[in-house]
């Protein structure tokens, strides 16, 4: 696909506080990316990881946002759980409640919201849970990051939100435009050459090709890596490096000052 000619802007965010504590390379991705979206503690973290990655984020000028999910510890959220509206977001709330106070704890603030695994997948096709997390979240938070095309944007900018569409840059797409079940061996990016023409392809050319090798148009606003993905540090240097090189400015997609 040739490029449009349109160089942006654009977010480069990472899933991270995902441990016991907080890991050196958490630490060292706050180097490389402009937003974070931290573990609240239901699939992973605790209020001690919080406070400490919100602490090294305002230390290297990087946005803060919550990662919430479905209350699964075990299956690190990423297990498809039916749970009852009210208890859904109950959970939502006590997670953005938790890291919001942790932050502020250090002097920062809470600046987006992004769902974690399985929740973030539900939200994009499931009327329901996206209705439920609009409305349990939008009180508190004015920013939600989403896959292009699901079904919570319109909730969500009815509800006063706006929606940053994201893009992911170490994992394989589908014919269907979304990501590749981690089940499926072929769900995972692992080299960090494909990682960055999949960030170059996203940000200039506007979309991805999927497995069967059709093009997905695609337009996106932040492009995410994943902490505890294997290589993780090394893939996020061969993202800035290629992006640097096609001329992209990396940059958050909000301001995260309080």
Request: charged share 20%; aromatic share 4%.
């Amino acid at each position: 696909m040739a490029d449009t000619g349109w160089v942006p802007v654009i977010d480069l965010n990472a899933d991270l506080a995902e441990g016991d504590i907080l890991g050196a390379v958490d630490l060292a991705l706050l180097e490389l990316v402009t937003s974070a979206s931290l573990a609240c503690g239901f699939h992973a973290g605790n209020r001690t990881v919080m406070r400490e990655a919100a602490a090294a984020c305002v230390r290297h000028g990087v946005v803060i946002g919550a990662h919430v999910s479905y209350r699964d510890r075990e299956g690190f959220g990423r297990r498809s759980l039916g749970v009852a509206p009210d208890r859904l977001a109950g959970d939502l709330v006590a997670q953005w409640e938790a890291l919001a106070e942790e932050a502020a704890a250090v002097g920062a603030t809470v600046a987006y919201v992004k769902a974690h695994g399985a929740l973030y997948n539900t939200m994009a096709v499931d009327d329901d849970v996206a209705g439920v997390i609009v409305a349990a979240l939008a009180p508190h938070c004015t920013v939600l990051v989403a896959p292009p095309g699901s079904a919570v944007e319109t909730p969500a900018r009815a509800a006063g939100m706006r929606v940053v569409t994201e893009g992911f840059v170490d994992r394989h797409y589908g014919t269907d435009g979304r990501l590749v079940p981690r089940d499926r061996p072929d769900a995972l990016v692992d080299d960090d050459g494909t990682a960055g023409a999949r960030a170059r392809s996203l940000t200039v050319s506007g979309g991805v090709t999927a497995v069967d090798g059709t093009w997905l148009p695609l337009e996106v606003e932040t492009l995410c890596l994943h902490g505890d993905h294997p290589g993780a540090l090394r893939r996020a240097r061969a993202v800035r490096h290629a992006l640097g090189s096609a001329g992209v400015t990396v940059g958050p997609f909000v301001d995260g000052r309080g």
